[in-house]
């Protein structure tokens, strides 16, 4: 038998290359297992606990105050009764980033009060009932200039020499409610504006304040307004003013009345008044006011209607009696307010 030819080199080599490929690739795969035996939990055994993830730090305020500072706590040593009032407001609120309870507390509106310390005159601080209107005005508006408070500069009760300390109180407020120096807000709005306050009396027609269902605020903003001269809430005259609430007399209408598109006040007190639906005159003297025609309807100047009362103009509604939609009409044949 003849033996096989002779392996050439290159043969040679090619199988040595096969067989160290196929060695390697075995070799990897046992020890890839090696590892993954040795990361897996034993068999009845509790598996590895997990560090649990933290929550990033809460922001707290600084450690150290600036300089001149004492802190709260030192305020309180003396001033307990300011701070047990303090807790019950919106002042003392520590969770409102932007209360004075929240930042340098009693210090936020008093001052640096290190030096009041030291003193033995306990001076060398800020105290409100020693600074002028301007002055506590000027404190306040550091944190209350936005919002209904944003139209103060400038405003009516600002030009008057008025203080936000001359209707609020911040360690004694008497009404929890927008800390007032008075037990409501009609007592205090009548301190000073006691005519209009006086009118909400009275018994035959009246704005329902008395009974609680508004008050001055309701149409006002004693901080001032941007937009009107009135301090009115909402928009920049009377008459957008009255619709927001009355939106029955809303326009446009096909024949307009122009006292009631001009100003609502022409023919109605808005604080009340001692006629019907709050009139600032009656019925007919209120329309007679700018219709002053001899004929139609009766006036003053016509004696023998007056004196003989045989003119039916002058009694019960008078002249709403017919033109029942004074205050507008969308009828095609409503150019008299009649329908």
Known sequence: MELAPALTDVTRNLLFFRLTLIVWVVWAGVTAGRVVDAQQPATGTAPAATTPVQPPPAKTAPATLPAGYAGTEACVLCHTDQEASLKSTKHGQTANPRSPAATLGCESCHGPGQAHIDDEAKGKIIKFKELKPAEINRTCLTCHNR????????????????????????????????????????????????????????????????????????????????????????????????????????????????????????????????????????????????????????????????TTNKSNRMFGRSCVNCHSNVHGSNHPSGQFFMR
């Not at 004693?222 to 029955?248: D, F, M, Q, R, Y």
């Open 147 to 306: 919002g209904t408070h944003a139209g103060w500069e400038g405003s009516k009760h600002e030009a008057r020499n008025l203080s936000c300390a001359t209707c609020h109180s911040v360690h004694k407020p008497v009404s929890l409610a927008h800390q007032l120096v008075a037990a409501t807000e009609t007592q205090l709005c009548a301190t000073c504006h006691r005519t209009q306050v006086a009118k909400t009396e009275r018994a035959v027609a009246h704005m329902p304040v008395r009974e609680g269902k508004m008050a001055c605020s309701s149409c006002h903003n004693p901080h001032g307004s941007i937009s009107n001269v009135k301090a009115l809430k909402v928009g920049s005259s009377v008459p957008e003013l009255c619709i927001s609430c009355h939106t029955e007399m809303r326009g446009p209408m096909l024949f307009e009345h122009a006292p009631v598109r001009e100003n609502c006040a022409t023919c109605h007190d808005p604080h009340g008044s001692s006629n019907d639906r709050m009139l600032v005159v009656r019925m007919p003297m209120l329309c007679q006011r700018c219709h002053i025609a001899t004929k139609h309807p009766a006036t003053l100047y016509d004696r023998d209607q007056i």
